[in-house]
């Protein structure tokens, strides 16, 4: 479980940093909107279709991502009904030593 966990979490990590170079691509493009010289407008023109392109496979991932965490969600659903006095055991347990850890402070 906890391996499907890291790497849904790295997976978001990825989405949200391609967001933000998305994000930081189109600023640029809009700042240099005014400069319609011949490399710099070829240059915006493949730069926005890199960005569509980027944003298809960023809902891609997105999904995938979604769809993992359902997966593992089940997974863990699934474990809990099958193994009931385990899992009550487990959250008991981290539940003391994270009360222990909290009362020495």
Do not use: C, S
Not at 25 to 47: D, F, I, S
Not at 51 to 74: N, Q, S
Request: net charge neutral; no cysteine.
């Amino acid at each position: 479980m906890t391996q499907y966990t890291d790497t849904t979490a790295t997976k978001e990590r990825f989405v949200a940093d391609v967001k933000q170079v998305i994000q930081d691509a189109e600023e640029l493009m809009h700042a240099t909107a005014h400069n319609t010289e011949g490399k710099v407008a070829v240059l915006r023109e493949r730069m926005a279709e890199n960005l569509k392109a980027a944003r298809h496979k960023l809902a891609d991932a997105e999904d995938a991502i979604k769809v993992k965490t359902r997966e593992v969600a089940r997974a863990t659903d699934d474990y809990v009904h099958e193994h009931p006095w385990k899992a009550i055991g487990t959250a008991a347990g981290v539940g003391l030593i994270v009360g222990l850890l909290i009362g020495r402070r």
